[in-house]
């Protein structure tokens, strides 16, 4: 039961362009949605959060867009950077449920 | 200083030991959490607790018994373990039960059954 799904495994761009990551999810009783990165060896450390009642939330080179018709979201790093190689957790909440939901990650890899 | 910190950090042991993960967090979070990170690299929760009291345990077999003496630790204990609970686990921390921000997490823990 994957409530948040991460359809890419792994995303590789250029420095300086834009990376875009995806993620899907079903539940329609999200209240917030969450981007966590990960780097090798390390937790998940929090990115960027929207709630359910917006469409964007952007801090600095991040952006985030949410789509609730479509219930999908997505991430914009603007410009890329090599230090944003890492894994992309994306993360549903609830307050129903008092759970985050994670997706599988997606691994973005940045070429100087 | 490392916000939330868990031991060990790589663990290779047979099935059928008994082992365990501590977990300190110094945030002075109500909150924390156990995460179990699977083949799959799905990060699920197995366990929450607040202030010491259990208030999430989802579907997990209960040869995994967490244990939270205080509100700044939660240790996690396997009984008997089995080839499947080879995963990496995460533990993590909240400021309260509701939240909408932040959890923080430790290392993870990368647990390895023979």
Redesign the interface.
Known sequence: D?QVKQNSPSLSVQEGRISILNCDYTNSMF??F?W?KKYP??????LI?I?SIKDKNEDGRFTVFLNKSAKHLSLHIVPSQPGDSA?Y?C?G?A?NF???Y????TKLNVKP | DTA?SQTP?YLVTQMGNDKSIKCEQNLGHDTMYW?KQDS??????MF?YNNKEL??NETVPNRFSPKSPDKAHLNLHINSLELGDSAVY?C?SSLG??N?????????SRLTVL
Not at chain 1, 102 to 105: A, H, K, R
């Open positions: 994957q209240d917030y969450l966590y060896a390390e937790g998940p450390t929090f959060s709630s894994v957790f993360a909440y307050y008092n759970k985050f994670f997706g599988s990650g | 939330v950090k995460y799959k690299k799905f990060l699920k929760i929450s208030i999430i995460f993590a039960t509701l909408t921000g932040e959890l923080f997490f430790g290392e993870g």
